[in-house]
């Protein structure tokens, strides 16, 4: 499958519709699939391996103990936000042996959400490194798990050392209209971001 054509934020999507590239990023086993699959218009393509014997001592399952497959490659899926834009949804893989991968499927990202388990924030530093390092704006969407600890968001944007400016929500990355409500805010950001850069002296 060919890629390319979404290497242009902002393009025509051929419909009248403007397309814009949104990667789902995160650590392992953050929910980035789950995410994908929950909000996509289409059946997502999907890259999930099973886990085996071979790969314990490279994928570390504290916290994830119950998680029997993972990305390999990316994860695609798309979703239209209104008749005018139509978001293309990219999902990294989590584990450190796949992130090599990282720098072929930002290019040309408009911005990014980065899915955060708050019983291991620890596993979402390098996401949040990435974004920072290649300058892809982006909100942190806090996946709740049932047994998910509540922190204030002060506590949680010092933890993640993350500027006051990037919107921190709560999500269920299993259920559709949280997952777009994250999409939504993404959008938000981006329309702020370009609002400030705006008013910027040249």
Known sequence: MDFNGFDRPGAPAGDGTRSVKVMIAGGFGTGKTTMVRSVSDIKPLTTEETLTEASAGDDRLIGVADKTETTVSLDFGKIHLNDELVLYLFGT????????????????????VVLVDTRRLASSFRAIEEMERQEVPFVIALNVFPDSPEHPVDEIRDALDISPDIPVVACDARDRHSSRDVLVALIRHLKDRSAVVALEPR
């Open 93 to 112: 893989p989590g584990q450190e042996r796949f992130w090599f991968l990282w720098n072929g499927l930002f290019k040309g990202a408009l911005g990014a």
